[in-house]
């Protein structure tokens, strides 16, 4: 029997990561392009379709290639591989992008939230791939989340599930993009985080990052300061942990679940931020699990994304 291979592809808003992999999560070839967002979408099916052929011509003669998966930015409509409006994709209100990628390549194409695919991908090749109940958390410029329920992703009715960014823990805080107030994301979304720590940083002329602009800092920087003893970074750093850990310890009482990992670009910042989340989800659980609680990193960087888009198309098959 030869093997059976899948197509992941990652969408962003800047670049398309995508790969040829097998069930167990073996990279075969994998290719990073520009995204080239304002060309529209079509430029962009048209550079997908182009990928797609190169992965066809590799897994010729190699395996049996089963079929495509994205993760896509934006609302999803999953059953009809739709993408609404992704904030980083101007010009896509409503694409589908699905069937387009099916007509042009005649194979099976399944479309996921980029939240939900690194999730999934996390679940089966990564981090969380021995638990049944898991929760990505990915901190970047946007706080999203993918939910691992008995083994199958959640996605709620309408495709929303795990917007965790968007879940407020102050009705009067700072406004958020998405038109409410004091949601996560407001605080520890990388330009919100950024702007925050500007502001901070104006009243500790001690730390060495006083004289960065809002403009100028950034997550790694924050985190590198810390890590070399500026107690403000670590300050800035592990408040936006404990904010994002008041988020969780919420989830955790009404899901129970305990193996909780933490991806994106602001996972870099490490302990202090780490240590915030630790400490606030080991005050604002229910009792018992108190003292319980860890967050962990996530395991697959940036491959999260295009692997777990392949996790549909094997589970489809078997
Ligand atoms: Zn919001």
């Not at 059976?4 to 167990?24: M, P, Q, R, Y």
């Not at 958020?176 to 107030?181: D, E, I, K, V």
């Not at 994002?244 to 955790?252: N, P, Q, S």
């Amino acid at each position: 029997m030869s093997t059976e291979l899948a197509i992941g592809i990652d969408l962003g808003g800047t670049a398309v990561k995508a790969c040829l992999a097998t069930a167990s999560g073996v990279i075969l070839q994998e290719i990073q392009q520009p995204t080239r967002a304002s060309g529209g979408p079509e430029q962009v099916i048209t550079l997908l379709t182009s990928m797609i052929a190169t992965f066809e011509e590799t897994a010729r003669g190699t395996g049996d290639l089963r079929g495509i998966g994205v993760g896509a930015p934006g609302s999803i409509v999953h059953e009809e591989g739709r993408v609404i409006s992704p904030p980083n994709l101007p010009d896509w209100h409503d694409v589908p992008l699905g069937p387009a990628l099916q007509e042009k390549s005649g194979m099976i194409v399944f479309v996921e939230n980029d939240a939900n695919a690194a999730a999934l991908g996390e679940a089966h090749f990564g981090a969380s791939k021995d638990a049944p109940n898991s929760m990505l958390v990915t901190i970047g410029t946007g706080v999203g989340s993918g939910i691992i329920l008995d083994r199958k992703l959640w996605r709620g009715e309408h495709g929303f599930a795990g917007e965790i960014g968007h879940v407020s823990i102050d009705a009067e805080g700072p406004a958020c993009n998405c038109g409410s107030r004091g949601c996560l994301e407001a605080y520890v979304g990388a330009a919100y985080l950024t702007e925050r720590a500007a502001a901070f940083l104006r009243h500790h002329p001690e730390s060495p990052l006083t004289a960065y602009s809002k403009d100028e800092l950034t997550p790694k920087i924050l985190a590198d300061s810390a890590r070399n003893g500026d107690r403000a970074s670590y300050e800035i750093l592990y408040e936006a942990g404990l904010k994002t850990g008041l988020v969780l310890a919420g989830i955790v009482n009404i899901l129970d679940i305990t193996t909780i990992l933490i991806g994106g670009g602001i996972a870099a910042a490490g302990k202090p931020l780490f240590d915030g989340i630790d400490t606030s989800l080991n005050t604002y659980v229910i009792a018992p699990l108190r003292g319980k609680l860890s967050a962990q990193p996530a395991r697959l960087g940036n491959k999260a994304g295009m692997l777990g888009a392949t996790v549909p198309v094997f589970s489809q098959h078997t």
